[in-house]
């Protein structure tokens, strides 16, 4: 795979941005819907838009469905980093943020460095991570 096919963390902070106006417009059920299809306006590349309460309840994941409706704040990447607990946490003092963590990546089928941008949006912690160039 060439490194033009994948997304870059700019395309990350671009499309949680989109989603947040998007969630702000057209409400929560109708974005989280949009958010939970991976063929839909927030899947681009290999980047897509998923969301989660402030509890760390995962409310949509195109690529991951099993995580919707799980808290998820105990989740570790491979190096024991709680990335969920740690992106929340971050949320609630600054509103938004960067991280970088671990996690599988669809389009590769291995677990890669990626590089998340995130943003509060009516509640909903709406996240997009682009995986790091190799």
Do not use: M
Not at 110 to 125: C, H, P, R, T
């Amino acid at each position: 795979v060439r490194a033009e096919e994948y997304a870059t963390p700019k395309d990350a902070q671009l499309l949680v941005r989109r989603a947040s106006a998007f969630l702000k417009k057209e409400g929560r059920t109708k974005a989280l819907a949009a958010f939970n299809d991976r063929q839909g306006p927030f899947a681009y590349r290999d980047l897509y838009v998923f969301a989660y309460s402030l509890d760390g309840t995962c409310l949509a994941h195109p690529t991951r469905p099993e995580r919707v409706g799980k808290n998820n704040l105990g989740d570790k990447d491979p190096d024991g980093k709680l990335f969920v607990r740690e992106r929340i946490d971050v949320a609630k003092r600054d509103g938004k943020g960067w991280q970088e963590y671990k996690f599988h990546n669809p389009a590769s089928n291995k677990v890669e460095q990626k590089v998340a941008y995130f943003e509060v949006a009516d509640g909903v912690l709406l996240v997009a991570g682009a995986y790091k160039a190799r």
